[in-house]
T-cell receptor, first 111, second 114 residues
Framework: GENVEQHPSTLSVQEGDSAVIKCTYSDSASNYFPWYKQELGKRPQLIIDIRSNVGEKKDQRIAVTLNKTAKHFSLHITETQPEDSAVYFC??????????FGTGTSLTVIP | GAVVSQHPSRVICKSGTSVKIECRSLDFQATTMFWYRQFPKKSLMLMAT?????????EQGVEKDKFLINHASLTLSTLTVTSAHPEDSSFYIC??????????FGQGTRLTVV
């Protein structure tokens, strides 16, 4: 089955700085890669996703890049704000069905 | 966006009893729903894929007789934790995917077995 690895497990940045979270996946058939933000005790919320037919996608302060050859994808958050503090999960999926999640990154933005 | 509702949000049960968790897609039909388990400060682990009108597909290592899944309609899937043990205590989350769109998660169920 799919194996998704995520790094780092914890990340602290100063407000205004950028944060980068990286994930690798094992199954070359995976073609859909969402990123979720989860606050304590709440459901994961989709923040951005990318499909395998594109290499980069951006939505305001958030961007995701995908390298299919190397089987890795990254989340970039620029101009971080305290409300960005949460746990972020990457996931890999075939056609958006079963999701295999990374281990999570706890992001803390220091005011 | 689409709404997926889970019930109950919290449940405490005694060891040896069974607990049923419901996952409903409120404004769309979901032929497939997914059940995940999340331990504290850990990732979401896919447990099984629930298929409307047929048997669920379980991930390796997940006991199908322990975690019974029923998907009797296009808007409802249930997960029953049978003969619950304290180690079954966890956060259980379902998700459903509307055709060709993103998956939506329920709010989760915090199960505590005492």
């Amino acid at each position: 089955g799919e194996n998704v690895e995520q790094h780092p497990s914890t990340l602290s940045v100063q407000e205004g700085d950028s944060a980068v979270i990286k994930c690798t996946y094992s199954d070359s058939a995976s073609n859909y890669f969402p990123w979720y933000k989860q606050e304590l005790g709440k459901r994961p919320q989709l923040i951005i996703d990318i499909r395998s037919n594109v290499g980069e996608k951006k939505d305001q302060r958030i961007a995701v890049t995908l390298n299919k050859t190397a089987k890795h994808f990254s989340l970039h958050i620029t101009e971080t704000q305290p409300e960005d503090s949460a746990v972020y999960f990457c996931a890999a999926s075939i056609d958006g069905n079963q999701f295999y999640f990374g281990t999570g990154t706890s992001l803390t933005v220091i005011p | 966006g689409a709404v997926v509702s889970q019930h109950p949000s919290r449940v405490i049960c005694k060891s040896g009893t069974s607990v049923k968790i419901e996952c409903r897609s409120l404004d769309f039909q979901a032929t497939t729903m997914f059940w995940y388990r999340q331990f504290p400060k850990k990732s979401l682990m896919l447990m099984a894929t629930s298929n409307e009108g047929s048997k669920a597909t379980y991930e390796q290592g997940v006991e199908k007789d322990k975690f019974l899944i029923n998907h009797a309609s296009l808007t409802l899937s249930t997960l029953t934790v049978t003969s619950a043990h304290p180690e079954d205590s966890s956060f259980y989350i379902c998700s459903a995917r509307r055709m060709n769109t993103e998956a939506f998660f329920g709010q989760g169920t915090r199960l505590t077995v005492v």
